[in-house]
């Protein structure tokens, strides 16, 4: 059974994503059957993958920064970030990060619940907001990210 969610901007969030598919029709049908939709990646959105550990502490390091949503998948401990679509080389050099090209399918569940051992560990708001890569890129950095009330202390 999938596990709810029950917070008020995941309506929007979902508005949002379904924006983002070529054919928001066919994955809001295959939602409604309990199966993971393909959105692609390009006019929207990039994607850095990265292993599931290495984010879980990549989002503790950011703390309350602002970042986009990401999508992680226990089954196979995998997590995606979803970045700006003018992405260039920013995080060519980012260990443990993967940068998908533009087209490249990201198998989702609705924002509103879980499927497939997949979820929304940090949930589209709505308002298209996505991960800055210098943040990200810091956070995963061999000193990782640090607010800088940390640094100054």
Do not use: K
């Amino acid at each position: 059974m999938p596990t709810q969610f029950h917070l008020a901007p995941t309506r929007a969030g979902q508005d949002w994503l379904l924006s983002c598919a070529p054919d928001p029709a066919t994955i809001q049908r295959a939602w409604d059957t309990q199966q993971l939709a393909a959105i692609p990646s390009g006019p929207h959105w990039r994607m850095a993958e990265a292993s599931l550990p290495r984010t879980l502490d990549a989002v503790r390091r950011m703390g309350s920064n602002p970042h986009g949503p990401v999508l992680a998948d226990t089954h196979l401990g995998t997590a995606w970030w979803l970045l700006p679509p003018g992405l260039a080389d920013e995080l060519d050099d980012v260990t443990g990060l993967t940068v998908h090209p533009a087209g490249w399918p990201l198998e989702c569940p609705p924002v509103v619940h879980s499927l497939a051992g997949r979820w929304w560990l940090e949930l589209p708001d709505g308002t298209g907001q996505l991960t800055n890569p210098t943040l990200l890129a810091a956070a995963f950095g061999p000193g990782g990210y640090h607010p800088e009330a940390e640094t100054q202390a």
